[in-house]
């Protein structure tokens, strides 16, 4: 297969990149802004027919969520138009396409965790300009995937667990927010799934993938700091309120997995076990 990969400078796209070469049987085209504009949408149509396009994971989009407030008309092109763009040309040539989306799609007042169906209500520019996204690919790409995912980092780019160990060792003191709740994802992992979906095929519809277990993003910070070796700076709990960002956050953000589990036949790493194995990375 002849397969697209956008935002291929991101987190997820070095990632997917990395296990590429265990996959020779298909060429793999990985393109950034600089080699194509995924909100051009010609210059997408003439990409896929040029390339003869098979399938499209899309890692590309607008993900700094404060900014988004401001920047709504930015956002919307990233992270509504373009996937409709994308679907479009590869749906017209009867390929497929994987979408990665997010738990903001939800508002996060739920107590239990989110399964696929249950009811969107995004309360960010962010949210909502990815339900679009997704409903976008839904609508023009038959052979579709929605991947929704959260906390997302990576030895690659910047996130929250290389700001934690940066200021871990700046500061000697540090205030997390406790009362967000969720569950981190390692890109490596998520990246790993793409693969495997990629080899057994697309089954259509929408799958939520993070590691397992739930934290908050104080006892995320905490573990990073214990993994990493991080003893000089205190931590101390914040209440949300105590933060004001111009986005609201979910306050409860898990994504229940069983519908991925089941259909590919996968296991899910724990997420203490996958930050280790990340911080082992950087330490390298």
């Known amino acids: 297969m002849n397969i697209l990969v956008t935002g291929c400078n991101g987190q997820l796209g070095n990632e997917i990149q990395l296990l590429e070469r265990e996959y020779p049987q298909h060429q793999w085209f990985n393109t950034d802004v600089q080699e194509l504009d995924i909100t051009d949408v010609n210059a997408i149509r003439q990409f896929v027919l040029e390339h003869q396009i098979d399938g499209i994971i899309n890692c590309a989009a607008y993900t700094a969520v404060d900014k988004a407030e401001e920047q709504e008309e930015l956002c919307t092109k990233l992270n509504a138009e373009a996937p409709a763009y994308l679907a479009s040309a590869v749906g017209s040539r009867g390929g497929w396409m994987i979408q990665i989306s997010t738990d903001y799609v939800f508002d996060g007042t739920s107590h239990v965790p989110y399964v696929e169906d249950d009811d969107t209500c995004p309360n960010s520019v962010y949210g909502r300009t990815k339900l679009v996204g997704e409903l976008n690919v839904q609508k023009l790409c038959e052979k579709s995937m929605i991947i929704r995912t959260a906390w997302l980092y990576s030895t690659f780019g910047n996130n929250f667990v290389k700001t934690m160990i940066r200021l871990g060792k700046e500061r000697s003191e540090l205030g997390v927010i406790f009362d967000q709740i969720g569950t981190p994802t390692y890109a490596h992992d998520l990246a790993h799934v793409i693969m495997t979906v990629v080899r057994k095929g697309i089954v259509p519809g929408v799958y939520h993938f993070t590691n397992e277990g739930v934290i908050s993003w104080y006892d995320f910070a905490k573990a990073i700091h214990r993994i990493a070796g991080i003893k000089t700076c205190h931590v101390r709990p914040l209440h949300t ?44």
Not at 241 to 265: C, N
């Open 241 to 284: 309120a105590e933060y004001p960002t111009p986005a609201r956050r979910p306050h409860y953000s898990v994504l229940d997995k069983t519908k991925i589990k089941k259909v590919y036949g996968i296991e899910i790493p724990y997420w203490e076990d996958s930050l280790r194995d990340c911080i082992e990375k950087l330490k390298s």
